[in-house]
Structures are given as C-alpha cells and as structure tokens.
C-alpha cells in the first residue's frame, strides 16, 4: 500500500443491529443527542459511542477539561452492542480454570485485576457523581454457578487460587446457591464480591449523558471515512465532518471496516434472551442475582427485580458463532432462542410457561493471543479494540487507556497497555473460519450443560 493511499481510510461497512435487546426494549424510548450537520473542530475525535469510546471522552475530560472532543455514535446510544452486554463489569479473570499458579499466570492474574478494577472504578465515579440507582448501577457481586461435577472442581480450585492470591470469595454448596438462585438444577457456586452488576443500555445512556462540554455527542452520526489534514485529521460523516489532530478508534471489530487489524480479529457473536415478567412468588429465591458459568462458554443467567410490581424476569445468554461479516440473521438468533428455552426450562421447572420476550445477539472481537487491539495505529489514530469477551470491563478499560495515550498521560493502566503484545496473525482463509467454528463448537461441547 502506498504511503498516499494509507492516508484516506473508507468505512467498508457500518454496524447493524442484531435483534432487539431486551434491556433497551424494557425502557423508556431515549431522545437521541444531535446528529452532527455541518463542520466541526475537535481536539479528539472518538469513532464509537459504546463502553471503549464514551470512558475514553470522560476519562479525556478529566485529564484535560478544555478539551474538545467530538464522540461520533452510529446509531442511538445503548442499541448497539453496548446495550447487549450482559451486564457484568467483572474485577477478576473471567475464566475459572483448574491450571496451577505459576509465578507467571500469578503475574497475568494480577495485570487482569488492575485492567478491570480501573474500569469499576471508572464506573463507581460516574455512578456517585450522578446518583445512579441500583436498578442502573449495583455492586453487588457476582456468583460462578455449576451444575455437574466437573464445573464444582473448577469452582474449587478458582477458589484455591482466590486464597493464594488474597481475594475475597465466597464457596456455597447446593443448598445455598439454591437458597440464591431458587433452582434446583445448580450444585455449587463461588461468590465473589467484587463484580458491579448494570443494566447496560441505562448505564451506557447515562455515561453519555453525563458528558459535559466542551464533550459533544453526536447520535445518528456514523463516520464514513477519515482522511489526512495537514498534520491531522478530517473525519466525514453523512451530513458533516470533525477536523481534529487526533482520533481515538473505539469501534471495536468495525476497526477493520477502516482497513485496521486485518486477518487478526476473530469477530463472534454470543446470543441472549429475556424472559416476559413473571409473579416473583413463582421463582424462590433472591429477587436479582447475576451468574456466570463455572466452565467457559457456558451459560450466563440472570434475575432482574423491577421493583416497581411489574414482576420479575430471567436472562439467559448462551450460543457463540463466527461471522465475519460482523452480522448475524434473524434466523440464527431463533436458533440460539430455542437453545435457550431448554437451559431456561431445565434450570426454573417452576416457571413452565413463561415465555421469552425478547431476543437478540452482540458482537465481539476477539484476538487469538487475547490482547486488546491497541495503541497508535496511525500518527494520530489510536486504537481501543478487541474487547475479547468481556465488553463492559475490557472496552471501558482500553477507552481509559486510549485516552491517557492520546494526551501523553502516564499511569500504571498505561504501562501495563505498554507492555502488551500485538494482536497475532490468524492463519489465512479459509482455515481461520473452518478453525474458528470448530474451536467455538468444541467449546461448547466442553460447557456440557454448564
């Protein structure tokens, strides 16, 4: 590629919703910031408004409040993947694994904990500044749940290393993670009490609404292409453009729609459905909880409590899939809706009858080395993509750090991001798609019913 042609960088795509999310679908319909018209000039520029983008606009507006930035949102806040998250802003690895503590994976354990822990606390300073409720906003911890032997000795040895490591947590036999869950299919679970628990459509709306000038926030505003300008940038949109120096990348896989990262991001998506409310005096039990599977890639469940009288509702997400076309069909969200139903009936026999009233999938990017896709990717273009799963704590972190980057500030979430490899090379087609579902397919299978 020519040193001229690296200088235009044409959207090949744009997002596309996937089904309808059941945490924006259950509120009130949100009135959408302006769509940018005309020109602009910008300190930053930040391309996407989810997790990644608007922590990296507040976390730039606290290093340096007279800067200008310029958050240029595809859709509406909290209806692309943002708003499908499932909700958990974790503070420990997310995986439980029964490998032994070397002084490496001990090293890996504690740089995983600094990432997601300056997300919680990203997210703890928005959340008090604002006075967002529990319904938004909840510390409240997070359980591991199995229901077969193998996920209780992943429970058991995750808690072993918790204790060499010093961390709270909590083991409970079937009795008390049935007193939680009120079901009677779970035969252990570990809690720990470090995970913050948010409905991701209301808190990615109010991260965006809490953004003060000279911040702006364009809604309806997808940038189309972003070419050189003298010494920085013009990034086109439909109905205008941003002139800035810099640009901070927090699109995620749709980095690749600009022509970055090719051939090293494995875009997938994971698929969720919400049940319709149901008479809590049906489900015993905690009226809200959030769970997350003992083994990989099985199946995250949560309880919603209202409060309101409305009654009470269950998600269950569960299915992953390789598109890379970054879009799945509706056809493939009904597939993974009757997988769904299953984990649904076997888990809560009491509740046959209540249907799912909302279906819909979110999409990631992930990197076959699980690094994030980041750093200056361009002179002036930084990047804080490749959240690798874990959207609401990984992408929050890398927008910190993006931003820190972007303004030359140092701290220890910076040198850590510093020190992190490349995104590796993914074997070349058609033996990255054949890989890729065999490994998800064989993921699964290992869930079992997990």
Known sequence: MTQAARNVFVASRLPKRAGVSGWVATLAPRTPQSTL???????????????????????????????????????IVGEGPAGANSGFIIDLPHEVSSDGFSGESAARFRQSVLIQRSAIALATEMATENGWGKNVFDPCGRYSVAISAEGDK???????????????????????????????????GLFTPGTVIVQPAAYIRG??????????????????????????????????????????????????????????????????????????SRLSGERKWAATPALPMGTTVRRISTGTGTGDRILVRSRYSY???????????????????????????????????????GAMAL????????????????????????GASNSTASGI??????????????????????????????????????????????????
Request: net charge positive; glycine share 10%; aromatic share 8%.
């Open 401 to 450: 750090a993006a931003a820190e980057l972007t303004l030359g500030h140092d701290s220890e979430l910076g040198r850590v991001y510093a020190r992190l490899a490349a995104p590796a090379a993914l074997p070349p087609q058609p033996f990255t798609t054949i890989g890729a579902k065999i490994h998800l397919a064989y993921r699964e299978w290992s869930a079992g019913s997990e």
């Open 154 to 188: 992943h429970l058991e040895d995750y808690a072993q290393q918790l204790s060499k490591m010093g961390e709270d947590h909590r083991l409970l036999r079937t009795r008390e993670i049935g007193a939680v869950t009120g079901s009677p299919v779970y035969t252990s």
């Open 367 to 390: 990197t076959r080395n699980h690094v994030p896709a980041f750093g200056e990717i361009e002179r002036g273009v930084f990047a804080a993509c490749g959240c690798n799963g874990l």
């Open 207 to 280: 991260v965006a609404d809490c953004l003060k000038k000279p911040v702006t926030l364009y809604e309806r505003t997808p940038a189309l292409s972003f070419e050189r300008l003298g010494t920085g940038w013009l990034v086109k949109t439909p109905q205008g453009s941003v002139q800035a120096p810099k640009i901070i990348m927090a699109n995620n896989g749709h980095a690749e729609s600009f022509g970055f990262f090719r051939g090293r991001l494995l875009h997938v998506f994971t698929y969720a459905s919400l049940t319709e409310a149901f008479d809590p």
């Open 37 to 75: 018209n005309g020109s602009v000039i910008a300190d930053v520029a930040i391309i996407g408004g989810g997790f990644a983008g608007l922590s990296a606009a507040r976390r730039i507006s606290r290093l340096d409040p007279t800067a200008r930035v310029a958050v240029l949102e595809a859709g």
């Open 323 to 361: 598109n890379p076309s970054i879009a799945v069909s509706d056809a493939a969200i009904q597939r993974a809706g009757r997988l769904h139903d299953g984990k649904f009936s076997k888990r809560f026999p009491t509740l046959s009858g209540v249907g799912m009233q909302y279906r819909w999938a």
